[in-house]
């Protein structure tokens, strides 16, 4: 079982089905702050969505083909991060990511973020690792900002977001700028 300590309150675990629960009240207490930028947020309607999300997270795993995990902090189900997949060939990963709304501006993702990518470029030995996030989600970008990811490009409307669909800006992190940026710290 996956559990990765980022530091003293604050750990990521694999979701399990006991985890359902917390998932589903904390996506219904943030529920207009997410379904702004999440389109699966309407979709979670009754405590069997997320207990069906949590099923397809662990089928996902067992697959070898990312993950997702909670974010816990200090005893809380705070959010989800996970790896919308792992491309073993060309050693590149995609990672999401959402925070409820009371665990915002603590720097929890940010700090979540930067483990998940040193476990992922040291212990999975990936290569790329991206991060998108919508033009107008600013709090969203400044997380791949903050890690040195480096901007390279606009989707244009690559998302349907309920009655419009919106553009990302596509954030990518290289193992070896990763390592450089590790020297000098």
Known sequence: MF????HDGLYLKLLEPKDARAVYMLIQQSKN?????LFWVDGTKKLEDSEAFIEESMKQQAANNGFQAGIWYQG?????????????????????YWLGEPFQGKGIMTDACRALIDQLFNEYELNRIEIRAAVKNVKSQAIPERLGFTKEGCLRQCE???????DHFVYGLLREEYAAAQRKS
Do not use: C, M, Q
């Open 3 to 6: 559990t990765l300590t980022v």
């Open 160 to 166: 349907w977001l309920h009655d419009h669909f919106a």
């Open 33 to 37: 702050h997410l379904r702004k930028w």
């Open 76 to 96: 809380e189900f705070a959010g989800i991060i996970g790896l919308h997949y792992i491309n073993w060939i060309n050693r590149t990963t995609s990672i999401g």
